[in-house]
Antibody, heavy 113, light 105 residues
Framework: EVRLVESGGGLVRPGGSLRLSCEVS????????MNWVRQAPGKGLDWVSS????????FYAESVKDRFTISRDNARKLLFLQMDNLKVEDTALYYC??????WGQGTLVTVSS | IQMTQSPSPLSASVGDSVTITCRAS??????LNWYQQRPGKAPTLLVY???TLHSGVPSRFRGSGSGTDFTLTISGLQPEDFATYYC?????????FGPGTTVDV
């Protein structure tokens, strides 16, 4: 069974930091590029960041560049998103995805004073 | 690349055939995915590369198109198909999604 389980979300003040994790099982993690996609409450889907299989290529949406850092640990089948200098507009459900086909259930990040 | 979808919302009944249109602001060849999202759930992949049905997706779903214009057709709507559908282009960065089309009763 394929599982992607995100964790690390929560309530944080503007300017604060959070580190999201995604634990993967059921598919060959090291052969998939991985992504973070977010969805603000009641809104559509918004691509955040992607990382290639070997971490050699990393990409960010302009809205999070220089504030978010994506990384992965293929040995432990983990994906991370370090989020710094958080803004109110970063409030969303953050999904971890394996390629296009595998999605987690998301972890909620709320940025509010 | 900007993605637009129409119509939204789309009102339909069980058994209807419906078509959702997705348009890209520039040529994306066939780098187009379709997702279904039911309320309170994560999106699930329906179609990739514009017309290839993902494993396990019922054959009543069909994707077509290339370049800038794409469609997702659902033939014979089932109760579980009332959901929101998103297109996504992966031709170039940043990856972008359409705004979604909600299929409701």
């Amino acid at each position: 069974e394929v599982r992607l389980v995100e964790s690390g979300g929560g309530l944080v003040r503007p300017g604060g930091s959070l580190r999201l994790s995604c634990e993967v099982s059921g598919f060959n993690f090291s052969t998939y590029s991985m992504n973070w996609v977010r969805q603000a409450p009641g809104k559509g889907l918004d691509w955040v960041s992607s990382i290639s299989r070997s971490s050699s290529r990393i990409f960010y949406a302009e809205s999070v560049k220089d504030r978010f850092t994506i990384s992965r640990d293929n040995a432990r089948k983990l994906l991370f998103l370090q989020m710094d200098n958080l803004k109110v507009e970063d409030t969303a459900l953050y999904y971890c995805t394996g390629g296009s086909e595998y999605w987690g259930q998301g972890t909620l990040v709320t940025v509010s004073s | 690349i900007q993605m637009t979808q129409s119509p939204s919302p789309l009102s339909a009944s069980v058994g209807d055939s419906v078509t959702i249109t997705c348009r890209a602001s520039q040529n994306i060849n066939n780098f187009l995915n379709w997702y279904q999202q039911r309320p309170g759930k994560a999106p699930t992949l329906l179609v990739y590369l514009a017309s290839t049905l993902h494993s396990g997706v019922p054959s009543r779903f069909r994707g077509s198109g290339s370049g800038t214009d794409f469609t997702l057709t659902i033939s014979g709507l089932q109760p579980e198909d009332f959901a929101t559908y998103y297109c996504q282009q992966t031709s170039s960065l940043p990856i972008t999604f359409g705004p979604g089309t909600t299929v409701d009763v």
